[in-house]
């Protein structure tokens, strides 16, 4: 039976996943991704393939498609698992933000479908921007509308709690853990504060961004160094 995919690429059924970053074959952050769908599968009730059928399926998958820069990603649903790797163009150019107005609900694990948040980034590239910020009840931060966030806020590089409504990124973990960012709430009145930022995602791991609105940010040796200090703790390693 022919497993049907949406347009996004995603099996039509419901689930989570994993996207995830390749390197000549090698995935990034593969342990980190996993600990995270398992504990959304065990808090969703979605049962988890077998560990080793899983990693032979992934070796033959990368074995198969090979690619320099590829986008890995793991869809686990009730009835099994859809596993796809294609090619990734990396971007180069810092990002252009503006603002999502009304309120978004943040959520606690990364599920399919995705397509309300492709409709978020629809609607931010509609107006001349690459995404949109978000903002809870509180009119706190959150996140992008595929990305965590982090700022640069007189002289501190802050990123909101995931009980702002924040998904756990992993990219945001190792910025956390490795990287010295502060976690705090960030207010919208902070906005104008922001001196530089980043957009964290697993595929751009830590991308600029230029621009909040008409407003410029600073990419500079603060940005620069905290962006080298990120990828040095997103490196590929060998599935097996």
């Not at 593969?30 to 077998?50: Q, T, V, Y």
């Not at 990305?147 to 007189?154: D, K, M, R, T, V």
């Amino acid at each position: 039976m022919t497993l049907e995919l949406d347009a996004h690429g995603f099996p039509k059924t419901s689930g989570i996943f994993e996207t995830i970053k390749t390197v000549n074959g090698q995935p990034i952050a593969l342990a980190r991704h996993m600990r995270r769908a398992l504990d959304s599968a065990r808090s969703l009730g979605i049962k988890m393939p077998p560990e080793e059928e899983l990693r032979i399926q992934l070796v033959k998958l990368l074995n198969e498609k090979p690619f320099e820069i590829g986008k890995l990603r793991i869809c686990i649903y009730a009835d099994g698992y859809h596993l796809s790797h294609d090619g990734y163009i990396e971007p180069t150019n810092p990002l252009r933000f503006t603002f999502f107005s009304q309120t978004v609900t943040g959520e606690e694990h990364k599920q399919f479908p995705y397509d309300h948040r492709f409709e978020l980034l629809k609607s931010a590239q509609d107006e001349g921007y690459d995404d949109c910020i978000l903002f809870n009840v509180k009119n706190e931060v959150t996140e992008s509308a595929v990305a965590n966030l982090l700022f640069l806020i007189e002289g501190v590089w802050v990123t909101p709690p995931i009980s702002a409504g924040v998904l756990p990124g992993v990219i945001r973990a190792i910025a956390i853990e490795e990287c010295e960012v502060k976690v705090r709430p960030i207010h919208i009145s902070e906005i104008g504060d922001v001196e530089s930022a980043f957009s964290l995602a697993s595929l751009r791991i830590a991308q600029p961004i230029s621009h909040i609105g008409e407003m410029k940010l600073k990419i500079g040796d603060a940005s620069q160094d905290m962006e080298a200090r990120i990828r040095s703790h997103a490196q590929p390693h060998s599935v097996g």
